[in-house]
C-alpha cells in the first residue's frame, strides 16, 4: 500500500507561486507512477501533471507554461510547482500514485491518494 500526503497549499494573490510536495510512504513493491488533479467545488477532478515509472513528464494544456512537476526518487516525493497563480487555479490539489507505467491524467488510472491540500487564489 502507498500512503500519500500532500504539503504546501495555501493562499496567495493572482500571480503568485506556491511549490507543492507530496510525500509516498508505504511498503512498497515496486516502481509507481505519480500524479498531481484538483477538484475545485461543483467540479471534477480533473488530472494537472504527472510523472511515469520511466521519469516520462505530462502536464496538462491548462497549467502549461506555470506549472512544472518533478520527482526525487530518493526521497518518494512528488513536487508541483505553480508560478503565475489564477483565481481559477482555486481547488484541492491532490497527489495519487499507481503501480502502473501507463497513465494518463485520468482518476481512474490511479489507486492510492492523498487527503489533498487546499489551495486558494485571490484577484
Known amino acids: 500500500r502507498v500512503q500519500l500526503v500532500e504539503s504546501g497549499g495555501g493562499s496567495v494573490e493572482t500571480g503568485g507561486s506556491l511549490r507543492l510536495s507530496c510525500v509516498a510512504s508505504?511498503?512498497?513493491?515496486?516502481?509507481?507512477?505519480m500524479a498531481w488533479f484538483r477538484q475545485a467545488p461543483g467540479n471534477e477532478r480533473e488530472g494537472v501533471a504527472y510523472?511515469?515509472?520511466?521519469?516520462?513528464?505530462a502536464v496538462a494544456d491548462f497549467v502549461k507554461g506555470r506549472f512544472t512537476t518533478t520527482r526525487d526518487n530518493a526521497k518518494n516525493t512528488l513536487y508541483l510547482q505553480m508560478n503565475n497563480l489564477r483565481p481559477d487555479d482555486t481547488a484541492k490539489y491532490y497527489c495519487?500514485?499507481?503501480?502502473?507505467?501507463?497513465?494518463?491524467?485520468?482518476?481512474?488510472?490511479?489507486?492510492?491518494w492523498g487527503q489533498g491540500t487546499q489551495v486558494t487564489v485571490s484577484s
Open positions: 495519487a500514485a499507481a503501480y502502473k507505467f501507463r497513465v494518463a491524467l485520468r482518476p481512474s488510472d490511479f489507486e492510492y
Open positions: 510523472v511515469n515509472i520511466d521519469g516520462h513528464i
Open positions: 508505504g511498503n512498497f513493491y515496486g516502481r509507481f507512477s
